[in-house]
C-alpha cells in the first residue's frame, strides 16, 4: 500500500450503516449535499446512499486537477461555469429500474471510482490545496416524480439546469450531484451534476456507461487500471518532473515564436455582462469537416483547429497564430477509463507563412489527435498528410505557384497539432511560471487567451459514396442556425471556441470577451468558420490574403 492510503479495513470510522435514510420533503441539507439549489421540491424526498471503497488517501493534486482548480480560482464566484452535466435515460430500452436498483448502482459507482470520494484539503496561507481520498461514506439523492415519460425528460433537464446553477463546495461537497427522476415505481432518468476537479467530459461518459451497466447488468467490468491518488504521485516523483519539463520547453520555443497576445487592444466598450456566447449550429458544416478532412488525411478536429487560428491570426492582423486547444491526455490505456480531471491546454503555433503549395494527399492520417498524446515518441516515418513538407516562404504566393490556400496549411497545421498534444502534460504551477519569467521579460502579457475545445469524444467517419456536391451543401447551408444563447460576467479567456454535435450538424460556440470580440465579430467568426471550410469542401478554398475580407463579409443578411 503506497505510504499516505490506509484500507478501509484499517480505519475505525469505516463502519457506516448501508441502510438509505429517506428525508421528507423539505428537510436540511445533510453535510456534504449540494447546496439551496439543489434542495428537493415540494414533490421530491431524498434517500442517502451508503458507499463503502477499498482505501483512503491523501496526495497532491494531478497537473490537470492543477490546471482546472487555477482555472476555478480565475472564474470564481462564477466556476459553476466549469460543472459537467449528463442524463441518463433508463427507459428508453432494456428492463425498468427500481429506485433501490438505481441507488445500489450509485453506490458501487461511487465504490468504483476514487475520484467521487475525493474532496479538495485546502490550506492556511494560500498555498497549493491538496486531494483527500474518504474510503465510506452517503451520498444525497434527490428523488423526483413526474406523470410520464415526456414529463420525466423535462423534469430531468430542469434538473440538471438547477444541480449545475451552483458552485461545488469543493472541501465539503462530494463532487458528484445526483438525481433521480420517477413515473411510477420506475427510474426514468438519472441526472449527474460533476465537478470539474473529479472529472472532465471524458469521464462524464464513462460514469455515465458505467452507471447504465451497474443498473442493467450489476457490473461495470474490471475496475480503472490507475487511480487519480497513484497518478497524482508519478506525475510529482522525479521521472514525472522531467517529463512536464520537457513539455514546458515546447511552450517556450512556441511563445517565442508567437505574438505575446491573440489579442492585444481592446475594440469596444465591453457590454454587461462582458463575456458573450455566440452559438451556430450547420449541418453544412458537419459534412464540409468530413469532406475537407477525407481529401487531406487529417482529422476534423485539425480542420478546425486550423480554421480558428487562421482567422483569428487574419483578423488581429498576426503572421502567427497561437491557440490553445483543450487535450484529453488519455493515449495510454492505463488512462483511457480513468475517471479523473486528465484534461489540459496545449499549445498550437501555426505559421501562415508555413502554408505549402499543393499536391496530391500523401494517404496518411493523423496518428492521434487531441484525445491526448503527451509524452510519447513520434512515429517512425511519419510523413506529411498533404501538401509539401517544407514552407512556402510566406502567405503570398509562392514564386511562380498558386497563392496559398487555407487548405495548404493543413500540412503544418498536423504537425503543430501533434506537438501540442505531446506537451500537454506539465505542472501548471511550473507553467505560470514560465509565464510570469516570459511577461517581465516582454514587459507585457504573455499568454494566448485564444482556446480551442473539440468536445466530441469521436468524431463521425464520412459515409461511403460519391462527395458531397457544392449544391448540396449550399442547400444544407439553408438550415443554419445562430444566436447569443449565453452571457456570462467572467471568464479567464478572449475567445473560446468549443465543437459539439446537435443531430446531424456540428454546433459551434464561441464565448468571448465583448471589449475584444463585440457581439457582431463573434457572429462574424462563427460565419467565416462555416464559409471557410465549407467553401474549401466545395473545391474553392478561399485563398489565405482575403481571409480578413471573409470576417467582414460573412454570414451577411443571414439571420
Known sequence: MPEGTAPAAERADSAVPATAVVAPPGAPEP????????APGPSATRSEVAFHGERSGRAPLTWGQRAIWHAIRRTAPNDHYFNIGRVLPLADRGRPATVPEALSALARLMERHESLRTRLLLFPQDGEPAQILTDAGTLSVTI???????????????LLGRLSATRFDYPAEWPVRVALVTVGDRVTHVVLVLCHLAADGHAAEILVRDLRLLVRRGSAGRP????????????????????GAAALAHWEAGYRAAPPTMFPDPRAEPRSPRFWTGRLVSPALARA????????????????????????????????????????????GALRDLVSTLSQDGLFVLDLADAAAPREPSGLGDAVDSTGTAGFPEPSGLAEPSGRAEAAGGPGPVSGGPEPTFTDLLPAAYRAALRAYRAA???????????ERLSAEYGTDVHPYCCFNDMRLVERVLPAGPPVTPQELAEARRRTVFGFPATQDRVACRYCLHVTEEGDALAVSLTADTAYLPPEAIRAHLYALEELVVASAAGAPPPLTGLRTLLETAGGDRP
Open 224 to 243: 480503472p487500471a490507475t487511480t487519480p491518488l497513484d497518478l497524482a504521485r508519478d506525475q510529482h516523483a522525479a521521472a514525472g518532473r522531467r517529463r
Open 144 to 158: 423526483t416524480r413526474a406523470a410520464g415519460l415526456p414529463e420525466a425528460a423535462a423534469g430531468a433537464e430542469a
Open 289 to 332: 469537416v468530413g469532406t475537407v478532412a477525407a481529401a487531406h488525411r487529417v482529422s476534423g478536429s485539425t480542420v478546425l483547429l486550423t480554421a480558428s487560428a487562421a482567422l483569428v491570426a487574419a483578423g488581429e492582423g498576426h503572421r502567427t497564430a497561437a491557440v490553445m486547444p483543450i487535450v484529453g491526455n488519455r493515449a495510454t
Open 31 to 38: 453535510a456534504g449535499a449540494p447546496g439551496g439549489s439543489a
Open 425 to 435: 502534460v506539465y505542472d501548471p504551477v511550473e507553467w505560470d511560471a514560465l509565464g
